[in-house]
């Protein structure tokens, strides 16, 4: 509806992305993407994924059943690059009439071929290729998508795109990395402009955020150097125009830039997985922190620390930093599990975010995610679904989270 927005009930979604689900690489002409031929974990590959791109009607059906208000699925630059805007017309139109509010991310780390053999996000043109790409879709889905979301988790694609390279493109440039972040941030800002322009309803953005934990007092430092680079170095930039002091000087920034990246937005995004605990480097380690394991608390099948109380923590860091905070959203929560149909593990896990999402004021909680999906370095090892997917027959079944989050939404 038009005025979800301004409704005081928790927005309830799920959320997904196109290169993690689509498949069919190659239809309506799709170009090539940074991920299509990236060496993924014991050689999966997303050329199939779930074959959503075919299937959108059932799994739209899954939604509609669940009882979501929206649904945060990301648009493919890829298929746009080759006109093919039809898929995303019919996706929203089947939302549309199944009830349930639609959410664009325009970009979900599917980065053209082209545009990265062109330089990527180390080239400031990059940016205003992806403002070109945002009018296009646009002007084409403006009048029926509820939210915007110009980019998903910038710091991801910084930090493991082309810090560490464990993403696509694979660049392992450490600090040479930080141009990357201004140009995403400026490409946010401009991609804001645009959707503005076409009359889009709400923007806003989606950054993961993460807790900085200190292993020790001592170890104070080593957490504000991660939490600029992880939490600040997009936070600051998109709400309150500045850079952290500790990395300022190694952006490349235009004057006026920074008033394009902090165009006011109508909602703010937390993507929310874990805090990260952090220590003072070791001799030799040219980064200002090491990473320490947090092992006092459960781990998902990832290996990761379920910290509930991370996500509420998380929600007032943000709200201290910005006076102006535009209401929030977790447009991402959720969990990694093997295999079983029987996931009470899932289950504790939302519950138990759900109340803290709750407890922190946020708008709405947007489960990660519908369905098992390719998790990028780890392919299909990982699997985060509300609903179980047989990647031999695509066959999917909801799990008993499913039913759980369906009887949650209801209450
Ligand atoms: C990303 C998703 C990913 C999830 C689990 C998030 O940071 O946006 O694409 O699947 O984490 O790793």
Redesign the pocket.
Known sequence: SDDFLGADDLLWGVST?AF?IEGSFTAAGRRPSTWDGFPAFEGDDASVACDHYRRYREDVGLMRSLGVGAYRFSVSWPRVLAGDLAFYDRLVDELLAAGIAPVATLY??DTPLAVEQAGGWLDRDTAHRFAEYAERVAARLADRVAMWIPI??PA?VTLLGYATGQHAPGKALLFDALPTAHHLNLAHGLAVQALRSAGARAVGTAN?HTPTWPASPADAPAAEAYADLHNWLYADAQLAGRYPDSLADRLPIVDGDLAITSAPLDFYGV?Y?NPTRLRLPSEGNPLPFELVDVDEYPKTG?GWPVVPSGLSEMVSLLRDRFADLPPVYVT?S?C?YPHSLQDTERIAYLDAHIAEALKAGVRGYFV??LMD?F??DSGYS?R?GLVHVDYATQERTPRASYEWYRDRIRR
């Open positions: 992305s993690q979900h780390w998903n988790e991801m993961n993507n997985y990832f991402e959720g990694s990660w995610s999906n998790e990028w990982q985060f």
